[in-house]
């Protein structure tokens, strides 16, 4: 009897111990500014396919028949960045060959009409969820991926101003062949500006 006492304290005390190393590895893999810089797809990766209906009930797809598709991961949180806002209106106005996507984590009630409210009614709003999310590698939001008609990442990042959207839309226009993947001095200046 004592000894299958002893057992059973050992084998908790060895399971508290496993749970909180678990706890420890994941918050510190997962906090400070060099995780943020991993988050997203880097430029030359496989973007995840899907479809998707937005409110209207109109079918958005990725990767996108038009030559390149700009997926932003927010929801209401986004009356927060009145220069993204910015950003993406001027973004999305300049090219024809642009295809723009709001895609949400998970359901809301008051994403899209505020997103309206902030002039974005032209962009579909969809809703994906926590796995696309992951799929995507993004945990932190407003985050932008620029996707081609291949279905290849030509550009990512966090973002909060206008100044980057612009910037990724420049570096998403680039052949993949000419420019490696957003990593190094680029993504980092992209990432500490937004953070």
């Known amino acids: 009897m004592i000894a299958a006492s002893s057992f059973v304290v050992v084998a908790a005390g060895f399971c508290v111990m496993a749970v909180l190393a678990v ?11 060099a995780a943020v810089e991993r988050d997203g797809l880097h430029r030359g990766l496989p973007a995840p396919t899907w479809s998707l209906a937005d409110s ?10 038009k030559p390149l598709q700009l997926v932003v991961f927010t929801d209401h949180s986004l009356k927060s960045f009145p220069s993204l806002v910015d950003g993406l209106k001027q973004v999305t106005s300049e090219s024809a060959e642009l295809e723009a996507v709001i895609l949400l984590r998970s359901p809301s009630q ?3 009409p505020v997103l309206r409210a902030l002039g974005l009614a032209d962009i579909p709003v969809v ?10 590698n993004v945990r932190v939001t407003p985050f932008v991926i620029f996707v081609d008609s291949a279905g290849m990442v030509r550009a990512s990042s966090l973002v ?6 612009m910037k990724l839309r420049q570096l998403a226009g680039l052949p993949l062949a000419t420019v490696g993947p957003a990593t190094g001095r680029f993504r980092r200046l992209i990432s500490a500006a937004g953070a």
């Open 23 to 33: 706890f420890g590895i994941t918050h510190v893999a997962m906090s400070g500014s």
């Open 56 to 65: 209207s009930g109109r079918v958005v797809r990725s990767p996108p028949v």
């Open 110 to 112: 008051i994403a899209e």
């Open 127 to 136: 809703t994906g969820s926590p796995s696309l999310y992951g799929r995507y």
């Open 160 to 165: 909060n101003y206008d100044w980057q959207i």
